[in-house]
């Protein structure tokens, strides 16, 4: 089956820093990534959508400057955490949506969990 | 507006004993409906995946059901056992990139 890699599992960083989370898609290209995040007894909940060779669409309230997404190729998008406040400590999961299914299912990474200190 | 609604939002249950969870629909177009279970701290996994014609679908002691017409659809859970405590998520396809997810139902089992 499709597996849809994230990297790190986990990440401690200091208030003010910034941190990078990368999505992958191992075994199929994705020209749609979704990007989530999930607090904690809470559903997921859409960040933003991910199209490869365009800006991201980010969903009403998320910061577009504090949550910087990239989707430079067919099986990576990346998040990056700008100025990472402990407020922003949460579980990040994506998901992609194989180009070869006509992108009906989604596929999930295992999560980044992230916590600012 | 396109959304996915499910009940209950938790549930308790004793190991052994059968579940169902519910899920609302109101997209448009339908294309099909999944249900995920995510375990705490990893990320969902797909249990099933029903189109419009399809009633029922069983993956081993989980079953779905759909009803196009009322626009629901249910997840059974038989013979609970503990490793099934963890969040039940029903997401519904509009079609190409165009997925509506539900807020889930977090099941716990107690032995």
């Known amino acids: 089956g499709a597996v849809v890699s994230q990297h790190p599992s986990w990440v401690i960083c200091k208030s003010g820093t910034s941190v990078k989370i990368e999505c992958r898609s191992l075994?199929?290209?994705?020209?749609?990534m979704f990007w989530y995040r999930q607090f904690p007894k809470q559903s997921l909940m859409l960040m933003a959508t991910?199209?490869?060779?365009?800006?991201?669409?980010?969903e009403q309230g998320v910061e577009k400057d504090k949550f910087l997404i990239n989707h430079a190729s067919l099986t990576l998008s990346t998040l990056t955490v700008t100025s990472a406040h402990p407020e922003d400590s949460s579980f990040y999961i994506c998901?992609?949506?194989?180009?070869?299914?006509?992108?009906?299912?989604?596929?999930f990474g295992q999560g980044t969990r992230l916590t600012v200190v | 507006k396109n959304q996915v609604e499910q009940s209950p939002q938790s549930l308790i249950i004793l190991e052994g004993k059968n579940c169902t969870l519910q899920?609302?629909?109101?997209?448009?177009?339908?294309?099909?409906l999944r249900w995920y279970k995510q375990d705490t701290g990893r990320g969902p996994v797909s249990l099933t995946i029903?189109?419009?014609?399809?009633n029922t679908k069983s993956n081993g002691r989980y079953t779905a059901t759909l009803d196009a017409d009322t626009k629901q659809s249910s997840l059974h859970i038989t013979a609970s056992q503990l490793s099934d405590s963890a969040s039940y998520i029903c997401?519904?396809?509009?079609?190409?990139?165009?997925?509506?997810f539900g807020t889930g139902t977090r099941l716990t089992v107690i032995p």
């Open positions: 991910s199209n490869e060779g365009s800006k991201a669409t980010y």
């Open positions: 029903m189109t419009f014609s399809e």
């Open positions: 899920c609302n629909y109101t997209v448009s177009p339908f294309s099909n």
């Open positions: 075994d199929f290209q994705a020209t749609t």
């Open positions: 997401v519904v396809s509009a079609g190409a990139n165009n997925l509506f």
């Open positions: 998901s992609a949506l194989p180009v070869r299914q006509g992108g009906t299912e989604a596929f």
